[in-house]
């Protein structure tokens, strides 16, 4: 007996290798403190801790990711790369439904509590807006908080910490890098950009000859089937224009640089190609990370509406109006990723790779 009791004494103990004492003491209700312990505020900082803890996770797989397309060929590590962004994803969606378990606490419930948190605010989650400076997040299109910067809302060290995030390489910008690189583009005299050009070319006139040659259409329903092809005309104008793209690049109205929106497009189309299963993957997932950061403040949004309605935020923002300012593009980082499907054209238009080309992106077994 003593000598099992002895041996289960030795190595690691569960509770002291998660310190438990430590993490289940520091739930200290600011209800308590004042005499009137409110019940639902032992969820509320349980949410909002196992939040933050989420939080130190995600950037410690972005840094990793960031760590490996660092590298001079960072292609090597596309595999872990594809594994680390799915686990990313995976703990957002898990985010996004602790909202869920946030919500069964009622707005009565929670003003039982809630003056006692002024002027602390959900906005100074410092993990959080790291997580957006190395994501890569434009600094110009955040939102101001109360008209101020939003590094005026947290302590020093804090602020040292967001600034040293700042001047960090971005994984957008490791993302650009990496698309850059790509060598097919421009491979022994096939030009990809050229090639598909000349298909879109193809495709609008053959819509446009179509509408023409259709005598079941009337000439209001052609009228409007033309303005919906000019419209397309227009929209790939401004692709196939390296200047106007630029303009719109200095306008942060779009985020890659021509040659990576070029490469991205390309292995957007030629995905079934073996060399571009994985970058796809990649690219599809960072489409995903975004897509659910932005569900879960569409979520958050929702849930401070119906929590407090259209009061003033406990650190003193508007609340709800503020939060619903920053739903939509402006907070999106990889916003090309999601508007790459206007430009994509069907499989049985896309113009064959040349057979050298081809080739060079197969893998074989070799015996």
């Excluded at 993490?23 to 312990?37: D, F, H, M, T, Y």
Aim: charged fraction near 25%; include cysteine.
């Amino acid at each position: 007996m003593e000598a099992n009791a002895v041996r289960s004494q030795v190595g690691v103990y569960y509770g002291s290798y998660l310190q438990l004492d430590s993490l289940l003491n520091c739930q200290q209700l600011e209800s308590a403190k004042v005499g009137k312990p409110a019940h639902e505020e032992m969820l509320f900082i349980v949410i909002h801790q196992a939040y933050e803890l989420w939080f130190k996770q995600i950037i410690h797989e972005i840094d990793s990711v960031r760590e490996m397309m660092s590298h001079a060929s960072p292609e090597r590590y596309n595999g872990i790369i594809v594994n680390r962004l799915g686990r990313v994803t995976q703990i957002q969606k898990l985010l996004v439904e602790q909202i869920n378990i946030l919500e069964t606490m009622t707005g009565l419930d929670f003003l039982e509590f809630r003056n006692l948190l002024v002027p602390a605010s959900g906005f100074q989650s410092v993990q959080f807006r790291v997580i957006e400076n190395k994501l890569g997040i434009i600094p110009d299109n955040r939102v101001q908080y109360q008209q101020h910067h939003y590094h005026t809302f947290f302590t020093e060290s804090d602020r040292n910490r967001l600034a040293d995030s700042e001047k960090e390489t971005s994984l957008l910008s490791y993302v650009i890098k990496w698309l850059e690189r790509n060598p097919f583009l421009n491979y022994e005299g096939y030009n990809f950009w050229e090639s598909y050009k000349h298909a879109v070319d193809k495709i609008l006139e053959r819509d446009l000859e179509r509408i023409r040659n259709n005598s079941n259409l009337t000439e209001d329903i052609k009228e409007q089937n033309y303005k919906e092809v000019h419209k397309n005309m227009d929209s790939f104008k401004t692709l196939f224009n390296e200047e106007l793209y630029n303009e719109r690049l200095e306008k942060f109205e779009v985020r890659l640089t021509y040659k990576a929106l070029q490469s991205a497009l390309f292995i957007y189309l030629y995905k079934d190609e073996p060399i571009f299963h994985t970058p796809f993957l990649i690219l599809n997932l960072l489409t995903e990370v975004d897509e659910l950061l932005g569900m879960w403040r569409y979520r958050h949004t929702m849930m401070v509406q119906r929590m407090i309605g259209v009061k003033i935020g406990t650190g003193g923002s508007s609340g709800y109006h503020y939060l619903r300012t920053t739903i939509g593009d402006r907070y999106k980082i990889f916003l090309d990723l999601f508007n790459l499907s206007s430009y994509l054209i069907p499989r049985n238009t896309l113009p064959a790779l040349p057979k050298e080309v081809s080739a060079k992106m197969d893998f074989a077994w070799t015996m």
